[in-house]
């Protein structure tokens, strides 16, 4: 067994790219390896901008040997009357290939029938391997692809060099023009041309040779480390950034970084604004001090190590200032106007076609927001309205400054700060910036009520009007991101224990887009399922079980929290070794009640009572019901439920002893009560037939 090696070399290929489709070139080569029958062990990735390359270990030289069993015609048909073979058995030894004599008989489910054991042929797992290589390499997935020269074929940038080692051997194959080899490229400036690989288990250590750190991981670990040394040199700390460490890894071979600087009057515009011209645009680290301040210094890493870095750094410091005199300049031109006057101007601007502009939303959104602040239990509402009013008129506004339309991620960022430099309340400010969020799965929430309520009314208008104009996620398919939103008004009024009705919220937001009664009680079901189902993935991602949540979900939805609670405790209750008998008794009365269509608490005639099992029953429902009201108020359903299950021997034994559906109406009526009072009493709680 032998290391498999494949590398493609190419032009630069964006950071973005380098991982997903290793990732994939990786799954898929696995993949054909395991369907050719070509044992192997496992593999590892490595890419640079400008190389993806595949090793796997331990590949078989050959394919497996397969055998299959074939059928042939009937024995009757097959061998004559003397047990002679006929014809029909010679042809069909030919056909399957093997000798007469081999030919054997079996019993089928429709008789006696020739059979033949067939081996597949088995080849090299060189030939097999320079047969496929050109088609797996061509799949790999991009998010954009490109041609050159004359060539039919497309790759994320132009192919320039091919390696295919198994061990020692070069598999002969080719992909456009390029033929592959044993030559791998060196560092396009430390070691320009090819470095020839002896065997695949040599890449590794031959590519740093070259100048080139192939292990992305690795290179990370190089770079993190030698740009948090640059950053202590200069007692400072670089701005905690993950993504932006992930990004620069895969723009470079191997990582030189260099500490450049930039004028201090510039510090004068916001951190953020800052920050992200360093960061969207030339891949630069911010440093800060010791309290999180941001200091007139920055990281950039370079592809390669020059004689005098110093001079390098003037270079970056050069270009930067172009980007960071750019930002001034918006910023300061922004400051002439107020955030009234930026919010005028989104009359200018479309939110969505069918629901108008971004100023109609913005006036939709006071409407709503009001709403929410009545309905909440947050404290001094009166202040609380005319902060949620306020921050509702302008949280947009940010939308139309220049700083925003250079740098799109700062919006509600640069909003905030310009909120608080023109004097707004901080909680006003901080909800500009954060009625985003959540804005990813996991992602921060909103801090304060203000920005709770407004990012709940932002959220909810956008479904309710996309809903409206027939704009509803199908499949993968969600262009306005109305899942993400509808997760994250669940998640804040979780969070921040809501328990204002979630339908009576979808029905005021409906008023802004729907007239007709009908109408807008149809669009409310529909978006109230919408958001069943974003409740149902969220509480069975935490463990809870889906018989739990949609027993839970489908007996009540209109308070959130309270949900959960009731989603907790059925979980519980389901762990119990009796808890099957005991739902299989409460989804019998469910069954009965639904058939005999009760649909109202219906009062109960002691004096129609005919069996003991009834008043038993009765006595029973009455004395857990003043202990499970109680327990209900308090939230402790754990409790709640475990009294309701105590009824269980007496509902069996009413059931055993009593015909409900008794001819007599009064006495049918009256069991029927019986029944609707047990119901009663989980029916807010739990809907057993759903678990």
């Not at 060196?186 to 695949?200: D, R, T």
């Not at 930067?320 to 009234?340: N, T």
């Not at 509600?412 to 901080?430: C, Q, S, T």
């Not at 079980?545 to 009540?556: D, E, I, P, Q």
């Amino acid at each position: 067994m032998n290391t498999l090696l494949i590398e493609i070399g190419a032009e630069e290929i964006p950071a973005g790219y380098i991982i997903p489709a290793l990732d994939a070139f990786k799954e898929n080569i696995l993949s054909a390896l395991d369907r050719l029958r070509i044992e192997h062990g496992n593999a590892r990735t490595f890419g640079t901008p400008r190389r993806l390359a595949l090793m796997v270990e331990n590949v078989a030289d050959m394919q497996n040997l397969k055998t299959s069993t074939i059928k042939g015609p009937p024995e009757r048909v097959g061998f004559d009357e003397n047990g002679n073979p006929t014809i029909a058995a010679e042809k069909f030894a030919s056909k399957a290939g093997v000798a007469l004599d081999q030919i054997k008989v079996e019993d089928t489910s429709k008789g006696r029938y020739l059979t033949a054991v067939v081996e597949k042929k088995c080849e090299s797992s060189v030939s097999i391997l320079e047969s496929i290589l050109e088609k797996e390499i061509l799949s790999i997935p991009f998010p954009k692809r490109m041609r050159w020269g004359d060539l039919s074929i497309s790759f994320a940038r132009p192919i320039i060099s091919l390696v295919g080692l198994l061990g020692e051997k070069i598999l002969d194959f080719k992909v456009g023009n390029i033929k592959s080899s044993s030559n791998i490229l060196g560092h396009q400036f430390m070691y320009p041309g090819k470095v020839k690989i002896e065997s695949a288990d040599k890449y590794i250590e031959v590519a740093e040779s070259a100048g080139v750190i192939p292990d992305i991981e690795k290179r990370k670990a190089i770079l993190t480390k030698a740009v948090e040394a640059c950053a202590k040199e200069h007692h400072s700390q670089i701005l905690e950034d993950d993504e932006l460490i992930n990004i620069v890894t895969n723009l470079v071979e191997s990582p030189f970084p260099v500490v450049g600087k930039f004028d201090d009057e510039f510090l004068e515009v916001p951190d953020e604004v800052l920050i992200t011209a360093m960061r969207e645009h030339q891949k630069y680290f911010a440093l800060t001090d010791e309290n999180g301040n941001l200091k007139p210094l920055f990281i950039a890493v370079n592809n390669t190590r020059a004689k005098d870095m110093q001079l390098v750094a003037k270079g970056h410091e050069t270009v930067l200032r172009a980007r960071l005199s750019d930002a001034k300049f918006f910023y300061e031109a922004d400051l002439e106007s107020s955030m009234d006057e930026f919010a005028l101007k989104l009359k200018n601007v479309t939110f969505q076609e069918k629901l108008g502009t971004v100023y109609n939303k913005t006036l939709r959104l006071g409407n709503l927001a009001e709403y929410l602040v009545k309905e909440s239990s947050y404290d001094a509402k009166d202040i609380l309205k005319l902060n949620v009013t306020r921050a509702a008129q302008i949280c947009k506004a940010d939308l139309v400054s220049q700083v925003v339309i250079e740098f799109t991620k700062l919006q509600g960022v640069i909003g905030r700060a310009y909120a608080l430099k023109a004097g707004e309340k901080e909680d006003v400010a901080f909800a500009i910036e954060q009625h985003y969020r959540p804005v990813y799965s996991g992602g921060k929430l909103p801090e304060n009520p203000t920005a709770c309520l407004l990012a709940i009314a932002d959220k909810l208008d956008t479904i309710c009007g996309c809903f409206s104009v027939d704009l509803i996620p199908t499949g993968g398919t969600d262009p306005y991101a109305l899942r993400r939103q509808g997760i994250g008004i669940i998640q804040i009024m979780l969070e921040e224990n809501l328990v204002f009705s979630l339908p009576s919220m979808i029905d005021k937001g409906l008023e802004a887009f729907v007239d007709d009664t009908t109408e807008k009680a149809e669009m409310s079901l529909k978006i109230i399922g919408f958001f069943k189902n974003r409740m149902v993935n969220i509480l069975t991602d935490t463990g809870l079980s889906r018989g739990a949540v949609n027993s839970a979900l489908w007996a009540s939805f209109d308070n959130l929290p309270d949900l959960v609670l009731r989603a907790r405790a059925l979980d519980s209750l389901r762990k119990e070794p009796d808890f099957e008998p005991l739902s299989i008794t409460f989804k019998r009365v469910e069954n009965i009640l639904k058939k005999a269509g009760a649909k109202a608490l219906l009062p109960v005639d002691e004096s129609l009572f005919e069996d003991s099992s009834e008043k038993e029953l009765f006595s029973a429902v009455n004395e857990v019901r003043q202990i499970v009201e109680g327990l209900i108020q308090e939230g402790n359903y754990d409790k709640a439920l475990s009294h309701i299950a105590t009824l269980r021997p007496k509902v069996d034994t009413f059931f055993d002893d009593v015909m409900v559906m008794a001819e007599d109406v009064k006495l049918r009526q009256n069991r029927i009560a019986l029944l609707s009072s047990v119901s009663g009493l989980f029916k807010n709680i739990a809907n057993f037939s759903m678990i």
